[in-house]
Nanobody, 121 residues
Framework: QVHLVESGGGLVQAGGSLRLSCAAS????????MGWYRQAPGKQRELVAS???????NYADSVKGRFTISRDNAKKTAYLQMTSLKPDDTAVYYC???????????????WGQGTQVTVSS
């Protein structure tokens, strides 16, 4: 069993900041890619940011320069620092990881339960 626990969401005014955390636990040998996605009401889930095990990052154009993804491999935790938040950033934010189990040549994917981020104007 692998569990992802997200935290750090909440209500913030436009221009404010939030930091999301995603902690993974369970029978994980190695986490490859870690990513944050979001889904606003009536819209499809979209990639916000991702980071590889080597630290290579990728961002959606809409958040470049405002959001920063990072990870702590020892803690199996990913972070999303969000600054200059806008009402359009309002969504449920989900953590996603690609991981491997010891001795198994298969990559698995897991999702967190989501954390609500609401930005008021």
């Amino acid at each position: 069993q692998v569990h992802l626990v997200e935290s750090g969401g909440g209500l913030v005014q436009a221009g404010g900041s939030l930091r999301l955390s995603c902690a993974a636990s369970g029978s994980i040998f190695r986490i490859n890619r870690m990513g944050w996605y979001r889904q606003a009401p009536g819209k499809q889930r979209e990639l916000v940011a991702s980071i590889t095990s080597g630290g290579t990052t990728n961002y959606a154009d809409s958040v470049k320069g405002r959001f920063t993804i990072s990870r702590d491999n020892a803690k199996k935790t990913a972070y999303l620092q969000m600054t200059s938040l806008k009402p359009d950033d309002t969504a449920v934010y989900y953590c996603n990881i690609d991981w491997e189990r010891f001795g198994v040549k298969t990559t698995f994917g897991s999702w967190g339960q989501g954390t609500q981020v609401t930005v008021s104007s």
